[in-house]
C-alpha cells in the first residue's frame, strides 16, 4: 500500500490575520462529506487555484483527539499483529509539527505521541488479559535527535554525548543508531517521565519564525515484545518530528542557526530528492546523503507509513505552502509493503550479537521460520495440498549443513532455557522421507528445537554457525543491494568520488566535513547533469571553503550556464512547460533541438550537445566525459497543430495582443486550476485522464501550460483529446 498521506491546516497565531488565509480545506464533490482537498491559489496569478488531494485534511478547528482517532489509533491494532509503524510530521517551521506530534501538557492538548503510547498500554493490558497472562508484552523506548547531520540520544545529557554522535549501521536491511539507550517502560506515567526529561535534551532555539523552534529531527522508537511460551514477536513503532525548512530571508538567522538551518534544509532537500528519485522509479535514490533519509527509509520500510503534512493557513507562507504540497503529492504515491515481523522461536541472545551493538542493539532477530505467505512459493503449497497431514514447507533453511537424524535425540539444552521447545514435542524425519532432497518447511514448529538437540555439536557451535550463516546471507544481500544501486560512473570518477566520502570520514570532526558533503553532493548532482541542484550544494558548500577561487568559478559557471540556458528555453517556440513535459511524456524529440529546453534532470546531454568543451576541465577531481554511445533514438513524433480556425473572429475581438481565443484561454485556465474536478468534466476526460494531467501539472510545480500543443504533450493526453476539450467548451460556456 502506498504512504498515507493526510495534511493538518493550524490554526491562525495571535499576529495573524485572518484576512491572509489562503488554504482552505474542501470537500471533494463540494458536498458535506469530510475534506480530503487542500486549495489555495497560484501565487502567480490569485484568481486561479491549485488543488491537492490528500487521504484525509484537518482543518484549523480539528481537535488532538480527531487527528489521533483518524489516523493513528487505527494503526495500534496492526502494530499488535507485528506490523511495523511510521509516523512522521513534514512541515516548514512554524506550521505545527511539534504541536501534533507533542502536544500540550493539558489532556485535550496532548499530541499524537502521548496518545498512542496511552493507547499501547491500554492494548498491552487488553492482549495480557485475553490471553489469560500467557503472553507478556514489554514496552522498550528509544529516543533520538539528529542534530547538523549527527545522531544524539536523548535519554543521555548533553555534556555526555560526544562531538561526532552516534554511529548508523546497516543491519540486515535496516539502518540502526549504534550503542543507542533502549529503556523498558512499563507504564504511560513512566514513559511521561521518561518524554519530558528527554525532551529538554533536544536542541530547540527561538527563531523569527517559532519562539520554541526545533532545530533538530527528534526520532522516538517504540519496540513492543509480544512473548509467549513458544515465539516472541517483535514490531516497532517511530514517531519522527521532522524539524521544518526555512527560508533564511525570513528568519534572519544568526550564524549558529544558520548552520543549523543549512543542515536542516539539507537532509529536507535530500528527502525530496528520495522521492522524486522513487516517483520517477529512479534505480539510484540518494537515501544515503543523509542520515535524515536513511533512518527514515522512505519507501525501502515494510509496515505502515502515515506522512503528517502540517501547513500555515497564511499568504506569508505561500510558496512554502506550495513546496510542501507537491512534496506530499509526490509522496502519496510511494508504495510500501505492508509485511509483518514474524514471531521467532524463543532462543537465549547469540553471544556473536554482542558485537553489533552492544547491550542495547540486538543482531537482526533470527526471522521465524512459520508459515508465512510470502515465504512460501506456489509449488510449495501445491505440496501442502498434495499431502495432507504432511509438514509444512519453508522458503530456506538456515540450517541446512546441520546433520540429519532419524532418531529423537534426548534434549542437549539446558533446563532454563525455556524459550526452546521441549523434546517431547519434536517431530522425527526419516533420512529418507523426502521425494526432493530436502524437502522444505514453512513452519519449524518443533523442528527447530530438534536440531537443537544434536549431539555432538555444543550449544556454542551452533550459536556460532548460526550467527556464520547469517553474516554470510547478509554480506550476500548487502553485495546484491550494492551491485543493484551502483550509479553507472566510469571507475576513474567512481574512485575519486570514494576518495572524497574517505576524506569526509577522516574529517568527521573537523568543521570542514560539513562543507566536503556538500562538495561530494554537488560533484555528484553534477555528473548527473542536475546542475541547479548542484549549484545550490556548492552555495551551501562556499561558507566553509572561504575565498576559495576554484570553487566561486565553478559556482560562476555553472550559474552562466543555468542563465544561458534559460534565455535559449524563453527564445525557443515552445514554453518551458513543454520541456518539463518532456520528460513526462515519453515521447522523443532529436536530440539536439531537446537540449534546448530541457529541464534539470537532463542537462547533461544539454552541457554534451551545446558545450561540449565547456568541462569539468578546471575540476582537477573530475573527469567528466560526455555520454559515448547512447541508443539510437526515436525519431521525433510530431506534434500537434492546432488552429483555431472557427474561432477568427472571437481572436480578433481579443485584441492585438492576445495568441489565443477566448475559448483556448478558457480550455488552459481550467488545466492550469488542477482541479481535478473542473477538469473532469471537460468533454472526454475521465476520472483517470484528470487525474494524470493533475499529476503532470503537480510535476511542474509552479509552471503552466500555455498553449494547446504542450497540453497535447502532457501524459496520458493527446492531439485528439484536446481537440475534444475545447469543442466541449462551446456550448459549456458563455463567451
Ligand atoms: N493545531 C494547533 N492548535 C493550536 N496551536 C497550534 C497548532 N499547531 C501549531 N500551533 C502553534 O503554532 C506554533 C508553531 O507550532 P510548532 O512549534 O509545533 O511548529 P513546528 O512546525 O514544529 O516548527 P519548527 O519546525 O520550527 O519546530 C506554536 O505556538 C504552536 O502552539
Known amino acids: 500500500m502506498s504512504v498515507r498521506v493526510v495534511a493538518r491546516i493550524r490554526p491562525l497565531l495571535k499576529q495573524e490575520l485572518d484576512k491572509d488565509t489562503i488554504v482552505t480545506a474542501e470537500s471533494p464533490a463540494g458536498n458535506d462529506a469530510a475534506p480530503t482537498v487542500i486549495r489555495m491559489p497560484n501565487p502567480k496569478n490569485e484568481n486561479e487555484f491549485f488543488s491537492f488531494q490528500f487521504s484525509s485534511v484537518y482543518e484549523q478547528e480539528a481537535t488532538q483527539q480527531q487527528l489521533f482517532d483518524g489516523e493513528v489509533s487505527p494503526t495500534v491494532k496492526h502494530l499488535f499483529k507485528g506490523i511495523d509503524v511510521q509516523i512522521f510530521a513534514y512541515g516548514v517551521t512554524g506550521t505545527g509539527k511539534t504541536h501534533t506530534m507533542r502536544g500540550g501538557k493539558s489532556l485535550a492538548d496532548r499530541g499524537v505521541i502521548p496518545r498512542l503510547l496511552s493507547n499501547i498500554y491500554r492494548r498491552c493490558r487488553k492482549v495480557e488479559k485475553d490471553t489469560a497472562g500467557a503472553t507478556q508484552v514489554e514496552v522498550a523506548l528509544s529516543y533520538y535527535e539528529i542534530y547538523c547531520d549527527r545522531v544524539y540520544d536523548l535519554f543521555e545529557p548533553p555534556e555526555k554525548r560526544t562531538p561526532s554522535g552516534l554511529p548508523i549501521r546497516d543491519n540486515g536491511g535496516k539502518t540502526v543508531v549504534v550503542g543507542l539507550t533502549e529503556k523498558p517502560c512499563t507504564s504511560l506515567k513512566e514513559f511521561e517521565h521518561l518524554y519530558d526529561q528527554a525532551n529538554i535534551n533536544r536542541s530547540t532555539s527561538s527563531t523569527k519564525l517559532n519562539a520554541h523552534s526545533s532545530r533538530s529531527h527528534a526520532i522516538l522508537c517504540v519496540k513492543i515484545t509480544q512473548t509467549t511460551e513458544d515465539t516472541v514477536r517483535v ?25 543549523e538551518s543549512s543542515a536542516i534544509n539539507k537532509s529536507l532537500f535530500v528527502l525530496a530528492q528520495c522521492v522524486e528519485a522513487i516517483s520517477k522509479k529512479q534505480s539510484r535514490i540518494p537515501y544515503r546523503e543523509s542520515k535524515m533519509t536513511r533512518i527514515l527509509s522512505l519507501g ?33 504515491k510511494i508504495e510500501v509493503a505492508e509485511i509483518e515481523n514474524e514471531p521467532m522461536q524463543r532462543v537465549k541472545p547469540l553471544a556473536a550479537t554482542a558485537s553489533i551493538g552492544g547491550a542495547n542493539i540486538a543482531r537482526q532477530p533470527l526471522r521465524a521460520l512459520t508459515a508465512a505467505a510470502h515465504n512460501t512459493t506456489l509449488q510449495d503449497k501445491e505440496n501442502e495440498k498434495k499431502k495432507p497431514g504432511s509438514k509444512p514447507v519453508k522458503a530456506f533453511s538456515v540450517y541446512s549443513d546441520a546433520r540429519k537424524t532419524t532418531t529423537s535425540r534426548p534434549s542437549a539444552i539446558p533446563a532454563q532455557n525455556q524459550g526452546i521447545r521441549r523434546a517431547g ?6 533420512a529418507d522421507s523426502t521425494l526432493v532432497p530436502r524437502p522444505m518447511k514453512t513452519s519449524r514448529t518443533g523442528e527447530g528445537a530438534a536440531r537443537f538437540q544434536e549431539p555432538g555439536l555444543s550449544k556454542e557451535s551452533i550459536e556460532a554457525l548460526i550467527a556464520q550463516r547469517i553474516d554470510e546471507k547478509l554480506a550476500e544481500k548487502a553485495l546484491q543491494d550494492a551491485a543493484a544501486s551502483a550509479p553507472a560512473l566510469s571507475s576513474d570518477l567512481q574512485k575519486r568520488l570514494d576518495e572524497l566520502e574517505h576524506r569526509i570520514d577522516a574529517q568527521e570532526e573537523d568543521g570542514k566535513a560539513q562543507g566536503l558533503q556538500f562538495l561530494l553532493m554537488a560533484k555528484q548532482h553534477q555528473v548527473r547533469g542536475e546542475e541547479a541542484s548542484a549549484l545550490r550544494m556548492y552555495q551551501l558548500a562556499a561558507p566553509f571553503f572561504p575565498g576559495n577561487e ?60 551545446a558545450d561540449p568543451d565547456e568541462s569539468y576541465a578546471s575540476d582537477g577531481s573530475f573527469d567528466y566525459r560526455p555520454k559515448a554511445a547512447r541508443k539510437p533514438k526515436k525519431t521525433a513524433k510530431k506534434l500537434p497543430i492546432f488552429r483555431d480556425t472557427a474561432e477568427v473572429s472571437d481572436l480578433s475581438a481579443a485584441g492585438p495582443d492576445c495568441q489565443q481565443t477566448p475559448r483556448t484561454t478558457h480550455l488552459l485556465k481550467i488545466i492550469n486550476s488542477r482541479d481535478v474536478n473542473q477538469i473532469k468534466a471537460l468533454k472526454g476526460v475521465g476520472n483517470k485522464k484528470a487525474d494524470a494531467i493533475v499529476n503532470c501539472l503537480v510535476e511542474m510545480e509552479a509552471a503552466e501550460v500555455h498553449d494547446l500543443e504542450s497540453l497535447a504533450m502532457l501524459k496520458g493526453v493527446g492531439g485528439r483529446t484536446v481537440e475534444n476539450m475545447r469543442v466541449g467548451l462551446t456550448v459549456a460556456y458563455d463567451f
Open 550 to 609: 576554484k570553487l566561486k568559478t565553478k559556482m560562476r559557471t555553472l550559474e552562466d550556464r543555468i542563465r544561458t540556458k534559460k534565455e535559449l528555453a524563453s527564445a525557443m517556440p515552445l514554453p518551458t512547460t513543454s520541456s518539463l513535459m518532456a520528460p513526462l511524456k515519453a515521447q522523443s524529440k532529436p536530440a539536439k533541438a531537446r537540449a534546448v529546453y530541457r529541464d534539470d534532470s537532463e542537462d547533461e546531454d544539454f552541457v554534451a550537445a
Open 300 to 332: 525501502q520500510n515494510n509496515g505502515l507509513t502515515i506522512m503528517i503534512l502540517n501547513l500555515a493557513p497564511v499568504r506569508s507562507y505561500h510558496l512554502d505552502t506550495l513546496s510542501s504540497l507537491n512534496f506530499a503529492n509526490r509522496t502519496k
Open 235 to 259: 514490531s516497532r513503532a517511530s514517531a519522527i518530528d521532522l524539524a521544518g525548512s526555512e527560508d533564511n530571508r525570513r528568519t534572519e538567522n544568526n550564524k549558529e542557526r544558520l548552520v
Open 425 to 430: 514435542e519434536t517431530h522425527k524425519r526419516a
